[in-house]
């Protein structure tokens, strides 16, 4: 039985980031309001938060109100946050101009053998303007010092860039050219500026943008070069995450602000552990502003997988971003003193000395009231210091290590079929982890005699040939709000990734740790994500003119099929499958959309003027002419649910954009399982001209049962696969 810590860990060390922290405690029943208010107005002078001020005054009068405006939206679109009382906050909802206002909430967080895995080389062909594309990290900060944002041999910004360094105790440069810092519920003891004293957001950026790092490595693991997708390209960072979480007052913030700045593709590791309708979700919100401006998001599609519709991030107009395996995997071996050896999933960076084993069951701490029941889980306070100090002892939960180290034990044999076998995680001391096979012949030994040893090795790393394989703790479709539109859009990798880090905090944040490396080895869709938008980012260097959508396409449309014989979830865990950024750059043809496709979308989806007006921020209306179906969205891939089995009919309107060949003609090829019959009219498209549109008709009758149907539909030109997935199942 595990205890309760035990969910609490594995989030923690995916990257879920579960700060558990709360805000400081709301004073007087104030609360912070985000009174959004669409887009900025045009022309003429404009001083948005004077108006702001003044609405507030009028409510609450002008002696709390400017202590009470804690933020203007005032750059790409038009809005503020306040602390108000409930009853203040509903006079303020009825004003003119306002939109909606919501409560803000906190968002959680959610390498480099990974580039190479996806026949990404190092000498890949490169756009000269790559040098021009900005990417803006909306995460923890970034350590400035980093060699992975060292500027030698760039030149200036492109012309192009309106942000600033903004930021205390941080030096911009050439390569890492902006930074700011929101921290509107001010977090306590945290530094004011956008220096990451956490990891991630350090990761994260270098893994979308780093340059290239020799002899980079985590204490000698996974030694190699560290880079990112596109080495020349320039990094923003806006830190929005703090020990708190990341408000939604501040992502927004960071939108504004990077949209205004004149960045090209958004990248998101955060998002809330469910999903919310897209005119209640920040993200969505921000997304959708961005995508008006021609910027692409990026979003991780959450760690809180396998449960089917755990997926989070899921608006139509962002890419959502699952996470997979690469070939190399991460294995500690513990040598028992009869020389029997046994190993599992851990990254252990100590070398392995010899010790006394003890099981935890059998070393309870009675003297503070705990039985065999307590410590052989490891939980807190259970051991008894004196029996364990300089011992390995045997633990049958993972928490065991953050728990046991604090008892001055030497190292950890984390044990039991606990569910996080296809990831490893780092520990504050030397820990490894078997399964229940192994771990009862570790048990049984230990009964076998009286000075049991142990030694428990640096992690060695085997090839992994089951690569790409969606790890257990990626988010999972069907998409719990538009089951109609496939979420996850794609996998990348996600799993034992190796990338930059702060050298304010160590390998795994937790007491007891003594390591600061400047790489280190973590999980989750926080990780994937980056690799997306680096795919995305060098996509956009060769097609500056590309829209959001077009971008996302190609990644789509190119991603490499994955195996549903080893992810049984097939599509709802990778999407079009594992991204290829190489042939992202030329796909052959895009599924192109726009502004006004996405609000026929929501039309047909039932928005009403005011939740459409808070997702668009404009005037934009629904009338009969822009009532489109879900089917009808110009989407990259095919979905169709439904509610009962049975057979059914659907029919998909799709228009794709010639970005290949002038002169070029496709044939229409179809992959269908018994029970899915899909026609495509016409099934020949021939193209004269670069940016010809031609459109065609998919007809689906699929025959649902309680297994969903995987197809696909794949554009031949004899040079392209443009593939879609079709996807028929019972919701
Ligand atoms: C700047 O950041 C470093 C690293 O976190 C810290 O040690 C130092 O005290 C900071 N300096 C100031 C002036 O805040
Ligand atoms: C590689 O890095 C290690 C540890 O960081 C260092 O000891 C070693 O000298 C470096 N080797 C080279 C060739 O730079
Ligand atoms: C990493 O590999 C390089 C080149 O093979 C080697 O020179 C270096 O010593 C290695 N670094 C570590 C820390 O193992
Ligand atoms: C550990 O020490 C014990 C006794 O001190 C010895 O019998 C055993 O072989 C040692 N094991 C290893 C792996 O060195
Ligand atoms: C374990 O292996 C070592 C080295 O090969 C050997 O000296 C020792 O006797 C072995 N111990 C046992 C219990 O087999
Ligand atoms: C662990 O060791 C440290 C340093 O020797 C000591 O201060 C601490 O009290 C020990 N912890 C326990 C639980 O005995
Ligand atoms: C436990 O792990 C060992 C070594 O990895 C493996 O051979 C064995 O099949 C596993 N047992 C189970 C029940 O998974
Ligand atoms: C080891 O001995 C303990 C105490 O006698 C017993 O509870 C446990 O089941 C034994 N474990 C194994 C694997 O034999
Ligand atoms: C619009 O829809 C929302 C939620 O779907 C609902 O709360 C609101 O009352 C509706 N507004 C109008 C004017 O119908
Ligand atoms: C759009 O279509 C839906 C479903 O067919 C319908 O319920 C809704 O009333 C239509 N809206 C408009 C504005 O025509
Ligand atoms: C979809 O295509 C069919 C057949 O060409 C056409 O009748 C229908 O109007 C189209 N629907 C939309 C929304 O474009």
Redesign the pocket.
């Known amino acids: 039985m595990a205890s309760p810590l035990r969910l609490l860990f594995l989030l923690t060390l995916t990257y879920a980031l579960t700060f558990t922290h709360t805000l400081a405690a709301e004073s007087n029943d104030l609360k912070t309001y985000i009174v959004y208010m669409g887009e900025v107005p045009k022309g003429g002078l404009f001083s948005a938060s004077s108006v702001h001020t003044n609405m507030l005054q009028q409510v609450i009068g002008s002696s709390r109100a400017s202590k009470s405006l804690l933020r203007s939206y005032t750059r790409s679109f038009n809005g503020f946050a306040a602390r108000l009382t409930e009853d203040e906050k509903n006079q303020i909802a009825q004003m003119e101009g306002v939109v909606s206002v919501f409560q803000n909430e906190m968002k959680q967080l959610h390498t480099t053998r990974s580039w190479d895995f996806l026949g990404f080389p190092q000498d890949v062909k490169r756009s000269p303007l790559e040098s021009d594309v900005i990417v803006a990290m909306l995460d923890t900060g970034a350590w400035p010092e980093s060699d992975s944002f060292k500027d030698n041999g760039f030149g200036p910004p492109p012309a192009k860039w309106k942000g600033s360094c903004d930021s205390a105790n941080f030096t911009c440069n050439n390569k890492l050219i902006g930074a700011k810092f929101y921290n509107t519920e001010g977090a306590e003891n945290e530094e004011q500026s956008a220096r990451d004293t956490e990891g991630h957001g350090t990761h994260t950026a270098s893994t979308v943008a780093g340059r290239a790092v020799n ?1 980079a ?1 985590l204490l ?1 693991l996974a ?1 190699g070069t560290a880079r990112g997708g596109v080495p020349s390209a320039r990094i923003s960072v806006y830190k929005i995450c703090f020990p708190g979480g990341c408000a939604s007052v501040d992502i927004l913030a960071a939108f504004d602000d990077a949209i205004a700045d004149g960045v090209d593709i958004i990248s998101l590791s955060v998002g809330g552990s469910f999903a919310f309708d897209y005119f209640e979700d920040p993200i969505a919100i921000g997304a959708f502003h961005s995508m008006k401006n021609g910027i692409l998001t990026s979003n991780s599609a959450g760690n809180s997988g396998p449960s089917p519709r755990s997926i989070v991030n899921l608006s139509p107009w962002s890419l959502s971003v699952a996470a997979s395996s690469i070939d190399r995997k991460f294995l500690t071996p513990i040598v028992l003193g009869n020389n029997m050896t046994y190993q599992g999933p851990t990254i252990n960076t100590f070398d392995g000395a010899n010790y006394t084993i003890v099981s935890g069951a059998s070393v309870p701490n009675t003297k503070k009231g705990f039985t065999s029941d307590d410590s052989r889980y490891c939980e807190l306070d259970s051991l008894d210091p004196i029996a364990v100090k300089n011992k390995i002892v045997v633990c049958e939960d993972i928490s065991g290590p953050d728990n046991a180290i604090l008892a001055n034990t030497s190292g950890v044999v984390i044990e039991g079929d606990l569910g996080y076998e296809d990831l490893a995680f780092a520990w504050p001391l030397p820990t490894t982890y078997l399964n229940s096979t192994d771990g009862n012949s570790v048990l049984k030994y230990l009964n076998s005699t009286t000075t049991p040893t142990a030694s428990i090795m640096k992690s060695i790393e085997p090839v992994d040939k089951a690569a790409p394989t969606v790890v257990s703790f990626s988010s999972r479709g069907p998409n719990p709000i538009t089951p109609d539109v496939l979420k996850p859009d794609l996998t990348a990798p996600g799993v034992d990734i190796l990338a930059a880090w702060s050298l304010d905090t160590t390998v795994t944040g937790s007491e007891g740790d003594t390591r600061v490396v400047p790489y280190n080895i973590v999980s989750g869709t926080s990780m994937s994500c980056p690799h997306a938008s680096g795919a995305a980012a060098y996509v956009k260097s060769f097609h500056p003119n590309w829209s959001p959508a077009a971008i996302k396409s190609a990644l789509m449309t190119t991603a490499t099929p994955m195996s549903p014989t080893k992810n049984t979830d097939a599509e709802f865990a990778y999407g079009s499958g594992q991204i290829n950024p190489l042939k992202a750059a030329d796909p052959g043809l895009v599924y192109d959309a726009g502004e006004s496709d996405f609000v026929s979308f929501l039309c047909g989806q039932g928005y009403n003027a005011t939740n459409l007006k808070i997702v668009t921020g404009d005037s934009s209306a629904c009338t009969k002419a822009n009532n489109a179906t879900v089917w009808d969205l110009n989407y990259p891939s095919f979905a169709l649910s439904a509610k009962q089995s049975g057979s059914l009919v659907r029919t998909f309107n799709r228009t794709v954009t010639n970005v290949g060949a002038a002169e070029s003609t496709y044939q229409a090829k179809v992959v269908a399982p018994t029970g899915l019959v899909v026609k495509v009219e016409p099934s020949s498209l021939a193209f004269k001209t670069v940016g010809e549109k031609q459109s065609f008709v998919v007809t689906v009758t699929a025959t649902i049962g309680s297994k969903a149907l995987s197809g696909s539909l794949v554009w031949n030109d004899g040079v392209h696969d443009v593939t879609s997935p079709i996807v028929a199942f019972h919701s």
Do not use: K
């Open positions: 002899n490595s000698g030694n």
